[in-house]
């Protein structure tokens, strides 16, 4: 190291230089480990699919054992991302409890419980792809190998943690789908059962986007929001509606783009590469034209 | 842990809960492992392109030894993990010999055999590139560097397996590559020489689509199903043509799909984000309007 | 191994069969490490933003040590990459200075020296980012979770890299950054500040696009070269400006296509799903109709 | 590689030059692993003192998880080394059952369900390294930091390793301890409950050697053979009785060598640095003089 | 797993079989970590000798930078580990502070605090190892490879945290050590300046031990406890002086043991395999006959 | 960080104050590696004994490519840590060739030519170790867990070396066998063929001994130097002979100490646990009285 690289340092260790990109996490709590958030997926995924991911000699008799130890696993690991999350984001007296330890450790339990209802809901989603392709097989590869069913799965995990109002960790699961398959659900929106999405890369699916049962998409398909409201400063307002409603049993073709507070009805058709910004009637369907 | 969440353990350890979601591969066998597969890919490449991956050290006094090396590697793990693939899938009766470990060493070593062949036609693909790309310097950049070859590669390693009859590893082979390059080609696809992809995130190529020599195509395109045929129960047909027939030397230009059994002809080029379901005549240009 | 797969080692170690897609690196240099590259990315990244990436317990009063070290390990790793790269293409006659290893270390810690610069630009991008989003809580979240923001930051390491005409390593850069985002930026690409990707997956920024200040785009834009000029063999011309430019303040919306050395006008915007492939009017804006 | 080398290669590859100092396993299954065997140790301890080996998180109400899920890990990985032992040593026509599989699998069982039975018998080893040294604070410190308890616990499975007919295992497991401890147990040898050895280095207990209750001996004592009888042939003959018998409540100082076929009466004490070859009388006490 | 597994298990996981060898650490702490140690060991070592262990591109210019950060990481993971030490012994109510966390950092910042002075011991010792060894060639290679240098090292790491009375933990860092070299120094032992061990295996020196300064000796050197008393109940009691005081300048030979409450004088020398369990006279020298 | 921690940073940064405990290697240059000599000494033993040691999978037909794989990363391997020693202990101007990277690499290159020698010479331990041995069943067994022939295999790799002048590396190679085993051969020891050493710990064999053919010995031996001659300064004199000549066919029982510049006569016997210091006649046999 020169001087010239000495002088670098320093100015890089300004604190006026460094303090509007460095998140001052509390001294003695970690920042959210994607690796770790990546583990508990792995491990939602092994107690939710048993048999399918981790440890591949799990077989019927000893089904308890493994689930007890992985949902063990689970708490611990889950309680202390889940507290490194409401660090990041909140004060203790912003907490809904007495401190972040037990706050986290509750939250992390009532996740837990939701797991049979994840199962079953993710169950359906299985079904659908299942049905929907001719390529496959059996349920076991739809679990096995479509990047689809990874991302509803983060989805779903994902979605059920917003609900119990924990920050950033849902969107850091979302985001490791997104790094994975190239599809990109946020966590706040609403999805219904026997949901398929088939190959999926750029799958965009907007914070406020709410889709019915057995609603089947295609790659690079966009549920977006048209435009947003700005407030009087000129900034985006928060947590208003702004992207569409997708009706029961609606297809999306490829790479079309569904933007804006509309409707799509029941049983609606939409062909592949087209921009639609305007209602869609019920069992009606449109497509581009060349 | 407490009571609620033992009772969680055990709900979600129910038979009737995770039978559904729950393969039982064979209790002295392993799942397929996606690490080792992604193993066996790189070792696969380290063979066909000696001294750009794994092993820096590689020189042409050492080449015999160290592919000698990494074929004998390369017999042991795949052997492995095509076992895991004929058990996922089928009984011992099943099998075109006697059992599972003779008929899955006997697969390894027909593919290994076949490695000269495939590195011949990637040798295509890696001049297609290089000529096509203003932006490459040298065959090795595009070796080294480039997500289309990288794709293709393992769409050739797949489509040999899946000619050998492997089930599911080359499903899980294509995956591998469709996280890392956002590239979705279908192990069944047909695909001549000098095959081109540029950028590549988005593309799919689907499983019965046929592409003569000389293609290129760039981000986004798709070549999909339009519909296909239902039984009497309401299920897909398996195993029918439903994917386009793209001629030799054509040019389909980025996020524009092509649907159903149609043929592009010899010679077509196809413009950027269109949607193509009915033939197109040989030499002709198609393009979207606005 | 029996008879039939010796004879296949052979015939894959035959000088004959593996010259043409075998790089020969200098006996006693490595190749480029991708994984390495992946480290000194993750580096860079914890010297620009300290706190939110790597060691977790970095706080105001070590930050200078922090720092120190990080760019200590900086200077090793990228000079030892620098040079793979230099050796990959160049001959010890083509360097500016009198050989490999001084020129690797000059050039590391030029780059070094950059790092502010790099920095203040990165933020622009952060300001961007939350201020275009109404999902985004806090500066922190952007830098700790939005994939634009990843994909940006690896272009502008990476653009530094190629303006002190590294080899190879910037290219490799960008596509750890396309592996992870889906989004492909060329590092020759000239990007104003204050940009800002939202989604990303399937964005295509071409080698010889120039964008303004303050320009916005989503999930499967691409900036292309609509054809380009062959020389006398048939072969495309090196260097040739064929991408366009984007002025400042302006908008491009999902999965369009804006091809060939047209510019695009300040504060156009430019709608969803469309093919672009003549100037647009300065303030105007354009969309799909179907 | 040079000439030279390459030749060096050649006469290293001479099956006349290694055919006798290579071990040729049967080309489908692997040799013994120290690293798998030292695993296997750790997950044996964790189950025999749960709470204090592997997985931190351990509690009462979960506890039948965990020891249900490490005995199935223990079973899959035990069954497998088994197996790479019994090919190491035998013939198929060798073994007492059908097959290696079957085999293996049928010990490794037979061994976890004298689990309880080890358990109770390091118990009595614990409490006597406890009430012998005035350093030691609880059972807790002597479980978690006395290499005189982890070598006797590696005996005590190995030990019921041998007497289950595996060979080679045993002997790989205690020269683990060994290595980790300095303290070398024969797998072979009889010893008898509350057993201790303090501080252990240099200890060396031989095959046939039998020791009573409530020993407890210093680092640096051998129980050795003081010679063995030749066939005609010069070489040693196998499994003829050679080592010491140890009585009931000895105490042998450190650094002692107690040799042959003698017998050290119930109750003596065995001064330190001394060399004895005769029996000792119960009750005596001998030592050396200077 | 069949049915008498499952028994086993059950009986395994027995409260009444696992309460006495299981340790119940609270809950939510996990137990001293032995890999998490070593790390310490080895980042003290890296702090006390720079340039040595650890990071080798450590140059003077960046020393503050690399002592700065590794004090930095030496404070996070020993607070950790103290606080385990705490837990495992200690009720809250018996802490010197508030709460375990407050503590556990408290007691770690006294012991950084005392690292120079833990250096100048250890420089000392490095001198008489340079000095009385004719096959050392620099102080470098002492530092470096000399096994004995290594268990004094953890031994004045051990102690001073003993001193800081911190539980286990000395303990343990003492026991890697002696698991390494096979060299057991007692922490609770004092040691003065300039103590040097040759080749070390089988040393112990026990916990109430005294030597001076300037004190030499070989591999399998005891200084150990004849006997001890013991109280009403017949158990050892803790804490008496009961091993050697070993003046200033005294040689002992290898595997030579002293025992008990004696004293060896001034300038003695001790030759080898003897049995000293009286005081030996200043300047005297003793050596066992054959 | 608290202010006295900073301070005491500074204190530890102070060049005066860490000046003669840090080694300044060569700043591109690393230090030697103990974890990568470890991994060439694995390598040099799966080069020597193929088979028993690294890639399981190595059969008869293969065995030119994997010894032809193996010596060629053991060339790069060992010319690094070759220049790591050279680099450590001397100038450029003390090398025998122009540069370090020469040098290294040339001995490296003479090293692997002596494998043949040195395999020759330990295929004759194997068999002294399996004649003595009644517990030994294979020269398989004796090779694949004896730490008495790891100890010497280790050391026939370092004596080699610092035959080639290598500085530090042959001893660092002969402490990994000392900690691993408790066995300290100096490398500069001279030792003759059909050396057996049983159990081990304990063993030291000083720099200048010199052992004939068909040696046996046991734990705790030691042949060390009585005293050593001091300069005018009161430094020991380098390089002076001072360790025991021991002829062929000698056996050394337990825990004896032979010191000084002394000669053990051919087919000479020594017992356990005494001190030797004089001349034993040929065939003579010496043991300890109690």
Request: proline fraction near 4%; charged fraction near 20%; include cysteine.
């Amino acid at each position: 190291m020169n001087k010239k690289l000495l002088e670098t340092v320093k100015q890089l260790s300004d604190i006026e230089d460094f303090k509007d990109v460095c998140h001052q996490q509390n001294e003695f709590t970690s920042m959210p480990s994607i690796d770790v958030l990546g583990e508990i997926v792995t491990l939602t995924r092994s107690i939710l699919f048993p048999g399918y991911y981790g440890n591949a000699a799990v077989n019927s008799k000893s089904m308890l054992y493994h689930i007890g130890v992985n949902v063990d696993k689970l708490l611990v690991l889950l309680s202390t991302q889940i507290k490194a999350g409401l660090v990041f984001e909140k004060n203790t007296q912003d907490l809904p409890c007495n401190d972040f330890d037990t706050c986290s450790r509750e939250i992390a339990r009532k996740f837990i419980m939701q797991l049979p209802i994840i199962r079953q809901k993710l169950h359906t989603d299985v079904v659908a792809a299942f049905n929907g392709d001719p390529a496959a097989k059996s349920f076991g590869e739809v679990i096995f190998c479509y990047p689809g069913l990874r991302a509803i799965t983060n989805y779903r995990i994902a979605h059920a943690l917003l609900k119990l109002e924990v920050p950033l960790i849902p969107r850091i699961i979302s985001e490791i789908a997104h790094s994975e398959t190239g599809i990109d659900i946020h966590p706040g929106a609403t999805i219904g059962e026997y949901f398929t999405i088939d190959h999926g890369t750029g799958v965009v699916i907007g914070e406020t986007a709410i889709l019915g049962n057995n609603v089947k998409m295609y790659q690079g398909v966009t549920l977006g929001a048209k435009s947003f409201e700005l407030d009087v400063n000129g900034n985006p307002i928060k947590g208003i509606q702004r992207h569409p409603r997708i009706g029961n049993n609606v297809i999306i073709y490829s790479n079309s783009t569904i933007l804006g507070t509309i409707m799509v009805g029941d049983g609606a058709i939409i062909g592949g590469n087209i921009w639609v910004d305007k209602d869609v009637a019920p069992g009606s369907k449109i497509v581009q034209r060349y």
